[in-house]
């Protein structure tokens, strides 16, 4: 069974990633532990814990907002008209010898649930993504996601109703 856990560099081999995407792979070796020491993001990683330093995948959860007329009319209902607060998940990638595998399904399934126990402390009316392009579009779309009106590749997937 994988596991998900708060990157630590002292434990989670950063450099042998690589999910085919530079920038990705980048920001994991170079700039998640800034950002988690700058409160500007933390990073999540996931392991099989038989070799719990094989960086398998990764996903970062950080603040953020929404401006309610990018919403849906129906999600839109009873919401106020100021930004709403939100969670955005700014990256997420899984190895390139292990994508295709489910990986992806998981890494959304732990942010979503690491989301809603945050939610109970702090309030937040969704997980927002930026996909890159179209294909990742897609592959959050069939997650449940749904595109900003004005901003197609910015998704958001309510966190509860």
Do not use: W
């Not at 450099?15 to 990705?24: I, K, Q, Y």
């Not at 732990?110 to 402390?121: I, S, T, Y």
């Not at 179209?134 to 109703?161: M, Q, S, V, W």
Request: aromatic residues 8%; glycine residues 8%.
């Amino acid at each position: 069974m994988l596991e998900e856990h708060r990157l630590d560099p002292a434990v989670h081999d950063c450099a042998t990633f690589d999910c085919g995407v530079s920038a990705l792979n980048d920001y994991l070796s170079r700039f998640a532990t800034q950002h988690r020491r700058r409160g500007v993001s933390q990073t999540y990683v996931l392991v099989d814990p038989a070799a719990p330093s094989l960086v398998l995948g990764y996903h970062t959860l950080s603040a953020a907002q929404i401006d309610a007329a990018e919403l849906t009319d129906t999600d839109r209902k009873r919401l106020p008209r100021y930004p709403i607060p939100c969670f955005r998940m700014g990256r997420l990638a899984c190895r390139a010898d292990r994508q295709g595998q489910g990986l992806g399904q998981v890494l959304i399934g732990c942010a979503v649930e690491r989301c809603l126990k945050a939610r109970e402390e702090v309030a937040s009316f969704a997980l927002v993504v930026d996909a890159k392009d179209g294909g990742a579009k897609a592959f959050y779309e069939h997650y449940g996601f749904t595109p900003c009106i004005d901003r197609p590749l910015t998704l958001y997937l309510p966190l509860g109703r």
